[in-house]
Antibody, heavy 123, light 108 residues
Framework: EVHLVESGGGLVQPGGSLRLSCAAS????????MSWVRQAPGKGLEWVAN????????NYVDSVKGRFTISRGNTNNLLYLQMNNLRAEDTAVYYC????????????????WGQGTLVTVSS | EFVLTQSPGTLSLSPGQRATLSCRAS???????LAWYQQKPGQAPRLLVY???TRATGIPDRFSGSGSGTDFTLTISRLEPEDFAVYYC?????????FGQGTNVEIK
């Protein structure tokens, strides 16, 4: 059974940093692109970033480019999101999601999601 | 950016009734690369339909997806109490992948 468990969320001041982690199990982690998707309180879903199976390709939504860094560790089945220079508008629940199994395309629906971790940016 | 517009924003229905949710795309969705998700309060989204009309594993057959091009529909044939939730459509034709703003199906 696929499990995705996020951790690392919390309260941080504007301009601060936070690192999220996602522990994956129940599937061959290195066979899949992985994504982060976020949801601001009471709002809809927004794809944030994804990373290729071997880490050789990375994509970000424009609003986080230059501030967020996605990475992965295939030996320990972990996905990360380093978030720097955080803004109030980054406040959201951040979900880890299993992405495409195809090496040359990351365009896919999200079949499996974690339970999410809340990031609150406020002074 | 590829915009998905869902309607209505809120649908007030009773258990046993039929629900029809709409998702309209700002441009044609190639290869029917459209998915539907259900989300209940405090929970992660749950995949219902992909490829516009293929039900995900374990999804009851009262859920059905249809449509092509720019107009897509999710139909719940007879609402069960556990179906009252927010529903989102998502396109995976073009990067960045985008979601609709959601339709809240509430108990009347």
């Amino acid at each position: 059974e696929v499990h995705l468990v996020e951790s690392g969320g919390g309260l941080v001041q504007p301009g601060g940093s936070l690192r999220l982690s996602c522990a994956a199990s129940g599937f061959l982690f290195s066979d899949y692109w992985m994504s982060w998707v976020r949801q601001a309180p009471g709002k809809g879903l927004e794809w944030v970033a994804n990373i290729k199976q071997d880490g050789s390709e990375i994509n970000y939504v424009d609003s986080v480019k230059g501030r967020f860094t996605i990475s992965r560790g295939n030996t320990n089945n972990l996905l990360y999101l380093q978030m720097n220079n955080l803004r109030a508008e980054d406040t959201a629940v951040y979900y880890c999601a299993r992405d495409s199994p195809r090496y040359y395309s990351s365009l896919e629906y999200f079949q499996y999601w974690g339970q999410g971790t809340l990031v609150t940016v406020s002074s | 950016e590829f915009v998905l517009t869902q309607s209505p924003g809120t649908l007030s229905l009773s258990p046993g009734q039929r629900a029809t949710l709409s998702c309209r795309a700002s441009q044609s969705v190639r290869s029917n690369s459209l998915a539907w998700y259900q989300q209940k309060p405090g929970q992660a989204p749950r995949l219902l339909v992909y490829g516009a009309s293929t039900r995900a594993t374990g999804i009851p057959d009262r859920f059905s997806g249809s449509g092509s091009g720019t107009d897509f529909t999710l139909t719940i044939s007879r609402l069960e109490p556990e179906d009252f939730a927010v529903y989102y459509c998502q396109q995976y034709d073009v990067s960045p992948r985008t979601f609709g703003q959601g339709t809240n199906v509430e108990i009347k």
